[in-house]
Structure formats: structure tokens, C-alpha cells
């Protein structure tokens, strides 16, 4: 949804398999440490696979995966 500073983004989610109750939630995330050492640019709209932690907080996540 929006690009911020420190490699921080704003992401809609539209597909969740185990929490159905997070689709159309806006959450912020970084993206992971892979995605930095290969240099993986991310745009606003480009689609992402994100991971979140379902017992620490629904708010945050981390991009693991730019899709095609």
C-alpha cells in the first residue's frame, strides 16, 4: 500500500490461510534479510508473501517473497 523510510512498508492483506479474520487489515513490515543481501527492490503495488507471528502481534510482519 505505501512505501516508508528504513525499508519499512504499509501492506493489505488479501489472502491469509490461517487467520481469515486478517483480510483488508493494513499491517506495517520489513522486509527479511534475504531480500537485502540479494538487493530485491520492492514497489507500491507490487504483491508480497509476508510471515507474521500469530501470538506476538497482528500489526507487524516481515516480506519474505516478492510475487510475480
Do not use: A
Not at 493494513?26 to 500469530?54: A, F, Q, T, W
Amino acid at each position: 500500500v505505501e512505501v516508508l523510510p528504513n525499508t519499512l512498508f504499509r501492506v493489505q492483506i488479501e489472502i491469509s490461510r490461517d487467520l481469515p479474520e486478517l483480510i483488508g487489515r493494513i499491517i506495517l513490515c520489513h522486509i527479511s534479510g534475504k531480500m537485502r543481501m540479494h538487493y530485491i527492490r520492492l514497489l507500491e503495488g507490487d504483491r508480497v508473501r509476508v510471515e507474521m507471528s500469530p501470538e506476538y502481534d497482528l500489526d507487524k510482519g516481515r516480506i519474505t517473497f516478492r510475487l510475480k
